[in-house]
């Protein structure tokens, strides 16, 4: 397929490969622990020019993200799916690889007089990190209010990366949609990182080439689960076909229709969905709750999720109703995952401990 | 241009700075920026859509050998020298000659069955050029990390960067240029200002050919 068709609505068919592989993260199961960051780091980033690389990351919102306001550098497509302009971020926006003066404190014999402190690549202080406002959030005291919230590499349908590569470098698989970036032939131009609104791409500037996310594909191919999902504790990183009617990606994104896209104004079509996080209501200025207020103000997750958040936590909190009444609930039995990792994902099971 | 044999060593002439390129003639070759219409990503032409890119308007080149090894040396006017690629956004400047490989391979980057050779310096790494196969725009691909040896000069907002080779190799001819004296050979040159974001297609060059023939 040509790359600039590849999910492009084309005689009222939107050119798609044959399958496409999906992540839904249910938000009200994240416990903000980067179990899926660190197992991912180990797993692909850990060569000379990947430090500052994190695939995955979580970040706290409200927050500024990594990298930091991403949010507020473009790219993507208008509705007419013209690409809009962006930039590259820096190595500062998205957290840098830091030295911390270990030695001196702890073995120098000035562990009394200086206390542990990082430096960036640049020999600086650094003004930010993956983590940097973990936990700080939004709203006032008493609706402060945070939730954890993963991001990884979108696959999208209609990758902003692979329509700006001029080299063909990046492509999407026929089989399963994932978007790769073929390092043979990357020339680290970087305009995939530009095109990239979710600014998921980072530069190796040693090997001069761009990487990002590869869905764990060696894993995949083995029916294994990416690291990520295999180890989240939380098990709340669902994996499978989008197209598998028994599966749980199906189920949550078409039919419960629980787990939606970020920022899918975009134009990019992305292919991980979240459930948004239901939050306990707001405390009144006369101290009383006020049960028809979410704390998490219902603006800010359409600000992220769309229009269709508030059906999406009715849903859910009806579906959590009845399941308190005693009765059944298919929703709340695929969210819950009774079965590790038949329910979670089903087509990865395999055991990476036996490759 | 004809180019005239010199009876000196190869080391006397790897140096931009060598007294020896002070007696050669420099032909002022104009460049134009990169046509946006020709870039190969919508992204590109949507964002540099102004063309503000490509604004190095000549590049002198000069020429000579000894009958073994052949040398060329480019000269270009860049405010800043851009030497980095460690930050996201760092470009380093860089410069290319690019030879037809068949007798009518376009000067655009080759074409399918049309290759051409191309002599990329940059700034990062300066002592060798990369030896690039291109069939078209945005089919380059590195075939030789040391496609020549270079040699670069930034000197008051000036580069001057010398490439050498010898005259034949044996790398098969269809992959490399061959000098043979007495035959013109037809080179292009493109520039690539680091300070202003530029990489791949975003460049200034030469769009007419530049014949070359060493003479004994």
Known sequence: MNKVEIGREIDGVVRKPKRQLAMVFDLNKCLGCHTCSIACKQQWTREEGQENMWWTVVNTLPGRGTPRDWEDMGGGFDAQGRQLPSLIPTREDFGDDFEFNKEEVFNGGKGVQNYLQPKNSRGEKPSWSPNWDEDQGGGEYPNSHFFYFPRLCNHCTHPACLEACPRNAIYKREEDGVVLVNENHCKGYRFCMEACPYKRIYYNHVRDISQKCIFCLPRIEKGVAPACARQCPGRMRFVGYLDDKDGPIHKLVNEWQVALPLHEEYGTQPNVYYVPPMSPPSIGPDGKVEHSKPRIPLEYLESLFGPRVKEALATIEREKARKRNGEESELMDALIVYKWPDDIFPDFVADPANL | ?216
């Not at chain 2, 134009?32 to 000549?58: E, I, L, N």
């Not at chain 2, 980095?84 to 980057?109: V, Y």
Request: glycine letters at 8%; aromatic letters at 10%; hydrophobic letters at 40%.
């Open chain 2, 1 to 216: 241009m004809r180019v005239a044999q010199l009876d000196t060593a190869a080391q006397a002439f790897g140096d931009p700075a060598a007294d020896i390129w002070s007696g050669i003639t420099a032909n002022k070759v104009s460049l134009v920026p990169a046509p946006v219409a020709m870039q190969t990503s919508r992204y590109v032409m949507s964002k540099w859509r102004d063309g503000q890119f490509g604004k190095v308007s000549s590049v002198g080149v000069q020429v000579l050998h000894n009958g073994e090894e052949l040398a060329i040396r480019l000269e270009w006017e860049n405010p800043q020298a851009n030497l980095q690629r460690f930050e996201n956004n760092d470009f380093p400047d860089g410069a290319a000659i690019l030879f037809p490989l068949t007798r009518h391979a376009p000067l655009f980057m080759g074409a399918p069955g049309e290759p051409v050779d191309i002599w990329h310096w940059r700034a990062d790494r300066p002592d060798t050029a990369h030896g690039n196969l291109a069939t078209g725009i945005g089919t380059s691909s590195m075939v030789n990390e040391d496609a020549a040896v270079t040699r670069s000069l930034y000197r008051q907002g000036r580069w001057a960067v010398v490439y050498r080779r010898a005259l034949s190799v044996q790398t098969p001819a269809a992959q490399t240029v061959q000098f043979t004296l007495g035959k013109p050979v037809k080179m292009a040159f493109a520039v690539w200002d680091g300070g202003n974001a530029e990489r791949g297609g975003l460049k200034a060059f030469s769009p007419q050919w530049l014949e070359v023939t060493p003479q004994s």
